[in-house]
């Protein structure tokens, strides 16, 4: 069955570190996508980027970066230099297109930046 | 940059009450979905709609839930008789289509019921 793992709960860094959030996924699909969202304390959900199954080539924006890894069915997200406004519960999903289009979500990585 | 937009914002019920959450997917989209999130839980999928249908719904969309797109433009959710466990933050999305298309989410109902 389709599932997404994030076993960190609750990370606490100070300001400037650099911090990964981890994302393990399950799916017995070849096509899928894999997504980041973060959702800072207003509420809302900020896409932070898609994935598809066949690119598994990291991706750099900016102070963020993602690891994506078959092998090891693991997606993870790392914050370089972070700051205060990085502060926020940042979900990892997932979706099987050629079974339907919902998006299964993580619980989530609740991600406190110290100043 | 269109988007999705959501009203109200936060809406407060009392139990057994009926609620209507709506949301105005982008203008061009096709496909409409709802989620839940229960405060500090994950999000959930609801359900999907294409073509005035229910296209796929989840085990937590039952008899209570019902969603309709009343006009061109308004996407609605329906809670007939709501309970103190339907309290959460409701999402809408909207796509172009399916398979490589991008959900655009909307900024969430906050529903409280008391």
């Known amino acids: 069955a389709q599932k997404v793992t994030q076993a960190q709960t609750e990370i606490s860094v100070v300001e400037k570190e650099d911090v990964t959030l981890d994302c393990v996924y399950e799916?017995?699909?070849?096509?899928?996508?894999l997504f980041w969202y973060k959702q800072p304390p207003s509420g809302e959900l900020v896409f932070l980027i898609r994935r598809n199954s066949f690119d598994e080539q990291n991706e750099i924006s900016g102070r963020y970066s993602w690891n994506f890894q078959k092998s090891t069915s693991s997606f993870n997200f790392t914050i370089t230099a972070s700051q205060v406004v990085d502060s926020a519960v940042y979900f990892c999903a997932l979706s099987e297109p050629l079974r339907d289009d919902k998006i299964i979500f993580g619980k989530g990585t609740r991600l406190h930046i110290l100043p | 940059e269109p988007e999705v937009t959501q009203t109200p914002s936060h809406q407060v019920t009392q139990m057994g009450q009926e609620v209507i959450l709506r949301c105005v997917p982008i203008s061009n989209h096709l496909y409409f979905y709802w989620y839940r999130q229960i405060l500090g839980q994950k999000v959930e999928f609801l359900v999907s709609?294409?073509?005035?249908?229910?296209?796929?719904k989840s085990e937590i969309f039952d008899d209570q839930f019902s969603v309709e797109r009343p006009d061109g433009s308004n996407f609605t959710l329906k809670i007939r008789s709501t309970k103190l466990e339907d309290s959460a933050m409701y999402f809408c999305a909207s796509s172009a289509g399916t398979d490589s298309y991008e959900q655009y989410f909307g900024p969430g109902t906050r529903l409280t019921v008391t």
């Open positions: 709609f294409y073509n005035n249908e229910i296209s796929e």
């Open positions: 799916t017995r699909d070849t096509t899928y996508y």
